[in-house]
């Protein structure tokens, strides 16, 4: 993850989602909240996190669904999670316009080199030799004035930049909720991830099936904090649980929330950062935005004392500097490149 990475090779730092059935989703804030599932996918509303007080009904009962989703799933579908509906259908529409553009349309979304960017922002093709299917346009948080956006189509940068603010909002939150799952001193987790210059978003086009199935994205845990996917009404996302591969299914207007490595380790594994992956079935593109709510490169990772010398369980990682982490992902996608079984895990660290 240091600056300058050729950019060959930051493809795979990506571990990494248009419009669904019209599914209705139940706005009412429940007193308890309910694991039920759409599909096999454990939901939670998030509305009492959103009415701004922290009494409000239905918090206890929120977290506890998150906490359960997090330690079974690493998984869960969030509804009311306070990004508008019409902006995701937006963002993922106007992607969609972006992608149907000629290649040298879209190579002009390129920044320019000598970026300071943790990666090179703008558009990118996973490389042929990757068994990976897909094209994608990388953002950061527009504050740090790293991106490079295409002229057209007319509202785009708008869109994502839109959804980039409210993606780090509902990061910020989730990140909150977190650290109480977890029984953490408030506020710990705002302190200790208190720098966004590493969060970094993907509009992702997968390409058709080719025959009945295609590869779109190998099996893969994210090596971040937390990762939001929207969606279009595709499909194609799997999560590995118990040894079967569930679909996570579109519904319209919600967002899909995962675990990644950084904080199943933090949590000595009692959260999980689940196995998942994508897989074409049908022959249209699908299309997605993945947003990756990071954490610095210079920060130092370990399983929490919370977790281990307090409660007295021996830790499962030693600790690393993210960067670090995050380029031997890279390295090992690479060199030699690409194959799924030369990927590194967070067991590298595992002890
Ligand atoms: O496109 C998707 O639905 C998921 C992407 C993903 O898993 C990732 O980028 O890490
Ligand atoms: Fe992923």
Known sequence: MSTNQPRETYEHLIDNSVRSPATHLNRATTERQTMAATGALPVVDLA????????????AGATEAVREACRTHGFFRAVN??????????????????????????????????????????YSRRPANSA??????????????????????????????????????????????????????PGFLRDFNDDRSFDFMLALRYFPAMNEV?????????????????????????VLKDGDWIPVEPVDGSIIINIGDVIQVLSNNKLKSATHRVVMRKPVHRHSLAFYF???????????????SRVGEAPRYRGFMFREYQQLRLRN???????????????HYAI
Request: contains cysteine.
């Open 333 to 347: 996608k690479t060199h030699p490149p690409s194959r799924p079984e030369d990927m590194v895990h967070i067991t």
């Open 214 to 238: 295609s590869n779109g994205l190998s099996a893969h845990e994210d090596g971040n904090c937390v990762t939001f996917v929207i969606q279009d009404d595709v499909g194609g996302l799997e």
């Open 132 to 185: 990976d299917k897909s094209e994608y346009m990388l953002v950061f948080n527009p504050k740090f004035g790293f991106n490079a956006y295409p002229a057209d189509p007319a509202g785009f940068r708008d869109a994502v930049e839109e959804c980039f603010t409210k993606l780090t909002e509902l990061g910020l939150l989730v990140q909150e909720i977190l650290n109480e799952c977890m029984g953490l001193p």
């Open 81 to 122: 999670h306070g990004v508008p509906t019409e902006l995701m259908a937006r963002a993922l529409q106007l992607s969609a316009a972006f992608f149907a553009l000629p290649d040298e349309e879209k190579a002009k979304a390129r920044p320019a080199d000598g970026s300071e960017a943790p990666l090179p922002a703008g």
């Open 48 to 59: 009492p996190f959103l009415a701004g007080d922290d009494k409000a009904d239905g918090v």
């Open 294 to 308: 990071n954490i610095h490169g210079d920060k130092w990772i370990e399983p929490l004392p919370e977790f281990t």
